[in-house]
T-cell receptor
């Protein structure tokens, strides 16, 4: 199976602009989660989508939003970019760990966003 | 809110030495997962522990989940240069769906 695909890999934006990042999960996976990774704050949960519905949301301002399409592909949008939004944005496709009733994640390679 | 702390932040070892990273949660976890991220890469799932006191092994890696399900450890025996990277623990709490709370990671450097 193909892995989790994130586009674009790199992005440079100016403060105040908005950006849309895309994620295609592993075929057949319906849950997609987004994480922000920065040197200072580490890996922080943004939100999770399952069957086109937001199931969980992290503690980020409303400038961060997302959606999921019927084919499970997901997008996240950040409006009015700030310098502090510079980060690696990771998308993860989740799968059930056999026999344990819980989930593991396969991460994409991420989109590295630089805000200048 | 829930916090997951991980120590140490950095560890330099000589190739062949052992390495351990520790993870502690402020709340009881329903499960804990471990990931490895190579420099410039993305986190890669290593293992998940669910049961209190569980111990799992993967070749030179040994993972433990504490009896109270609030702490965990990853031990690598006889490190190799291929072990270089940052090791993250990540926990989920009951009723939190698939949301993972990550520890800050331990960056392992191995001197050949």
């Amino acid at each position: 199976k193909a892995g989790v695909t994130q586009t674009p890999r790199y992005l440079i934006k100016t403060r105040g602009q908005q950006v849309t990042l895309s994620c295609s999960p592993i075929s057949g996976h319906r849950s997609v989660s987004w994480y922000q990774q920065t040197p200072g704050q580490g890996l922080q949960f943004l939100f999770e989508y399952f069957s086109e519905t937001q199931r969980n949301k992290g503690n980020f301002p409303g400038r961060f939003s997302g959606r999921q399409f019927s084919n499970s592909r997901s997008e996240m949008n950040v409006s009015t970019l700030e310098l502090g939004d510079s980060a690696l944005y990771l998308c993860a496709s989740s799968w059930e760990v056999p026999g344990q009733g819980s989930y593991g994640y396969t991460f994409g390679s991420g989109t590295r966003l630089t805000v200048v | 809110g829930q916090q997951v702390m991980q120590i140490p932040q950095y560890q330099h070892v000589q190739e062949g030495e052992d390495f351990t990273t520790y993870c502690n949660s402020s709340t009881t976890l329903s499960n804990i997962q471990w990931y490895k991220q190579r420099p410039g890469g993305h986190p890669v799932f290593l293992i998940q522990l669910v049961k209190s006191g569980e111990v799992k092994k993967q070749k030179r890696l040994t993972f433990q989940f504490g009896e109270a399900k609030k702490n965990s450890s990853l031990h690598i025996t006889a490190t190799q240069t291929t072990d270089v990277g940052t090791y993250f623990c990540a926990g989920t709490i009951n009723n939190a769906g698939n949301m993972l709370t990550f520890g800050g990671g331990t960056r392992l450097m191995v001197k050949p």
